[in-house]
């Protein structure tokens, strides 16, 4: 977010934030694109492209707050959400900020890591924690960029549990009144 004055002019007073396109909107110019500008580079941008409309316009700049890049880590972690992106952070500590992944759930040899996962080319990538954790392969802990997902799948043996325990809690009652049903009535139905 970018605080923009012009010095004698308060009805200029603008809080710009950068939109996700990299431009700003500011009274009296066209938007700028001011993604990689410093604000003394911007300050200039402004000056000269009001020039046409105030003499000598003086144009402070000022930063005031940043709406932090994101990454995204979902799957078996406790705390699944988007995480602020603030400098360099690797898949390790990525999941460790979401609050660890699930020791009985997580498919630690199979994270999928989803490179630009909101553009247009997204690259999916899998690599293996399992030996990054018990092995110390920092090569297969890569560092994010803004945007990624980072996604801990489930065991093949939780989705076995899962399965077993809907089949056992919402199936099983079922099967059990029936059984019990042809029990009563018939003795011996289901022994042949």
């Not at 809080?15 to 003394?40: H, M």
């Not at 994270?111 to 090569?139: E, F, H, M, Q």
């Amino acid at each position: 977010t970018l605080e923009i004055n012009v010095w004698r002019h308060p009805d200029l007073r603008t809080q710009a934030k950068v939109r996700p396109d990299g431009k700003i909107s500011f009274p009296l110019i066209e938007e700028i694109y001011v993604c990689n500008l410093t604000p003394s580079v911007l300050k200039k941008e402004i000056a000269m492209r009001i020039n046409r409309v105030i003499r000598d316009p003086q144009v402070t700049v000022n930063v005031i707050g940043f709406e932090s890049k994101k990454y995204f880590v979902l799957g078996e972690v406790y705390r699944p959400g988007v995480y602020p992106f603030e400098g360099r952070v690797r898949v390790l500590e990525a999941i460790g900020r979401a609050a660890g992944y699930k020791e009985d759930a997580a498919a630690l040899k199979s994270v999928i890591i989803i490179k630009k996962g909101y553009t247009p080319n997204p690259k999916a990538i899998r690599i293996n924690l399992w030996s990054v954790i018990n092995k110390a392969d920092i090569n297969q802990d890569v560092f994010l960029e803004p945007g990624d997902i980072v996604f801990v799948p489930k065991t093949f043996i939780a989705n076995l549990n899962k399965f077993i325990d809907q089949f056992f809690t919402k199936t099983d009652p079922v099967l059990q009144y029936y059984l019990d049903i042809y029990n009563i009535r018939e003795p011996g139905a289901l022994a042949r």
